[in-house]
């Protein structure tokens, strides 16, 4: 059972006013240059939707499948309350969302949303999508490295070129709720080795993991 913090609905907290940001992404490149050497690559997109990025990938002959999981994770069917704490209850949240058959995927890519996860489900997540993911397969990620000094939005990121990201705050707030350090990263990714680490602006840590 994982214990969750109320989620705000509507904008974020605080007065600051949201605007996108371009970033230089090479670890992004990287990746997408290693799914492109697969023949008919199968991805997985687990973060806010965009119809820029499916068309991205559909250009280059990857089929995507997008899942905003944060969203999911955020339905009150799948939580319970106990003292003012919400609890996720896991088994049927991963009954009803994320069925896909075994070594479907070439690749995931998750953005920054495993820092808004229970790190507790964080992991149950990984392992279930890991099934999933076939031998050789990659994941992409992103990380904060530390608490944002002010509203926590929830951020949606548009595939620019093969290097270049846009970042816009959307109006959903969550909390951060764990700092990965790279060593919490690997430990995440049990049965993966890491291909690319890499510190980026905006507090903002790059990673290519690869499965065995």
């Known amino acids: 059972m994982n214990k969750l913090e109320p989620i705000p609905s509507g904008v974020a907290r605080g007065h600051d006013s949201p605007i996108a940001v371009r970033l230089q992404a090479d670890v992004l490149k990287e990746f997408l240059r290693a799914i492109g050497r697969k023949k008919r690559a199968v991805l997985l997109d687990i973060g806010v939707p ?10 280059r002959e990857v ?3 997008v899942e905003d ?4 994770y955020s339905r009150p069917e799948y939580s319970t309350s106990f003292k003012d704490q919400r609890t996720l ?9 994320f069925k896909y058959s075994i070594d479907f ?3 995931l890519i998750c953005w920054d949303l495993l820092s808004y996860l229970d790190p507790e489900f964080a992991s149950l997540f990984i392992a279930r999508v890991s099934a999933m993911m076939k031998s050789k397969s990659l994941i992409f990620a992103l990380f904060q490295t530390r608490p944002p000094a002010g509203s926590d939005w929830v951020h949606q990121y548009r595939i620019v070129t093969e290097a270049n990201l846009e970042r816009t705050p959307t109006d959903r707030a969550m909390s951060i709720r764990k700092i990965y350090q790279n060593r919490d990263v690997t430990q995440l990714f049990d049965g993966y080795e890491t291909r690319r680490f890499l510190l980026m602006k905006h507090n903002l840590l790059a990673v290519i993991m690869q499965k065995y």
């Open 50 to 59: 965009t119809g820029a990025n499916v068309e991205f990938f559909f250009e």
């Open 63 to 65: 089929k995507l499948y």
């Open 69 to 72: 999981l944060l969203e999911a």
């Open 89 to 97: 209850v896991a088994s049927k949240f991963f009954r009803e969302n």
């Open 105 to 107: 995927f070439d690749g």
